[in-house]
């Protein structure tokens, strides 16, 4: 009972409303921008009533149709009025609004519209882009109210992620997650599934946020890649998952690409970690990059074909250098990051400031063992009255000291 409370709390509109939009989601794909013009033009019950009559094209709706486009569609075009008509109507006799929405409800989840509280507002940015309801499932509705776009991080990148990208991801999806920031990925083999497990890692998740969100290229019900399924579930279990495609819906090349422009809607900041040179990971950054989302790419070898394509984002400007998950949280904005990597690089090392001769008597000598001056001498290469100006330079650094007859290293004091 408490859970239908939730889930009534994050869901305002009428069942009536739901049927209109699930059946209008089962006759249109997402990304379809003739779609949502119409949808400026008109509420979503007369534009089912438009599709419903065959072969009817309204005179002048086009011409409106073309002035939100920005462009006029020759009628051969897919955003031509009459041809996206004829599309729809095509699927009218394998729509099954009230099917769908049941089985959502038989796997513990339901459908958001865009006037429900739990909407994410973020993505509503890709404008004739923007998706028409979102499918979740979550153990947790309220969490759907917590898709801040101030606290999405996305972490994308190759399906065969190598044991460096997993490291990499896995370090930074931690870190992320322990400083409270929702990890968003596309629940596929290697890095995205790298970054869930991640966020799952963290054990006391106290946030209104969810840990992670993972959005699907095909229907809710459908688990894929099957080999994910178990962790799928446990994003469910402590996430969100969503998809904007009907249960029942198959993953298709087109509907990854379509679902990677909500990712990068998603989220703040796209961090891609390892991509091939044509990874679909490259397509979310791009996304991102048109929605003035941060991006960052992580380096790898020069050598490795799994790098490429992050090499290519931060040659050509796209994304930022990101060499550690200081850097992400710096990103982020997030408070007390320990020491932004630059500053890291600025701080000076205990041998930074001494002298030639010093310096090399210093690489030479232990922190172990003492060695006599002629020892550290010869293995220096330093003439013995320097060695000895240079060790008693080191002990007035508190970098050395001596017990009389041999010289060992000190450590610093930490």
Not at 89 to 94: I, M
Not at 219 to 224: H, S, T, V
Not at 288 to 310: I, K, T
Request: hydrophobic share 40%.
């Amino acid at each position: 009972m408490q859970r239908n409370q939730n889930v009534e709390l994050l869901t305002t509109n009428t069942s009536a409303q739901r049927l209109v939009i699930a059946h209008l989601n089962q006759l249109i794909e997402p990304n379809d921008f003739t779609a949502t013009a119409l949808l400026e033009l008109m509420s979503p019950s007369e534009l089912l009533t438009l599709i419903q009559r065959q072969d009817f094209v309204p005179q002048g709706l086009k011409a409106q149709v073309d002035q939100i486009l920005g462009f006029k569609p020759s009628s051969n075009m897919a955003q031509d009025l009459k041809v996206a008509l004829t599309r729809w109507r095509k699927r009218l006799s394998l729509s099954n609004p009230q099917a769908v929405l049941d089985m959502a409800a038989r796997h513990g989840g339901g459908l958001l519209l865009n006037t429900d509280p739990g909407w994410p507002r973020q993505v509503d940015e890709l404008n004739l882009g923007r998706p028409l309801c979102l499918w979740w499932r979550a153990n947790n509705p309220e969490l759907l109210s917590g898709q801040q776009l101030s606290r999405n991080v996305a972490i994308v990148g190759s399906r065969d992620a190598s044991d460096y990208g997993d490291q990499v991801t896995f370090d930074l999806g931690r870190t992320l997650a322990l400083r409270g920031y929702t990890v968003v990925s596309g629940g596929a083999y290697g890095i995205d599934a790298s970054a869930h497990r991640a966020a799952l890692s963290v054990d006391q998740w106290e946030h209104p946020n969810p840990a992670t969100i993972s959005v699907m290229a095909g229907g809710i019900d459908r688990l894929y890649p099957s080999g994910n399924s178990n962790l799928l579930n446990q994003v469910i279990a402590r996430g969100v998952l969503l998809s904007e495609v009907p249960p029942g819906t198959t993953s298709a090349r087109f509907r990854f690409l379509n679902r990677n422009r909500l990712i990068a809607a998603l989220s703040r900041l796209v961090i891609v970690t390892e991509a091939r040179h044509r990874s679909g990971a490259l397509n979310t950054a791009s996304h991102a990059v048109e929605l003035s989302r941060d991006v960052a790419a992580v380096p790898g070898s020069v050598f490795a074909p799994n790098s490429a394509g992050c090499h290519r984002l931060i040659s050509e400007g796209s994304a930022l250098l990101l060499t550690s998950p200081q850097d992400a949280l710096r990103l982020v904005g997030a408070e007390s990051v320990a020491q932004p990597v630059q500053e890291q690089l600025n701080i000076e090392g205990p041998t930074d400031r001494l002298g030639r001769d010093e310096g090399m008597v210093y690489d030479c000598m232990s922190f172990a063992r003492g060695l006599v001056i002629d020892e550290i001498s010869a293995r220096s290469g330093v003439p013995l009255i320097q060695t000895l100006q240079a060790v008693g330079q080191l002990e007035a650094l508190g970098m050395a000291s001596t017990d009389g007859r041999t010289w060992k290293l000190v450590r610093p004091a930490a």
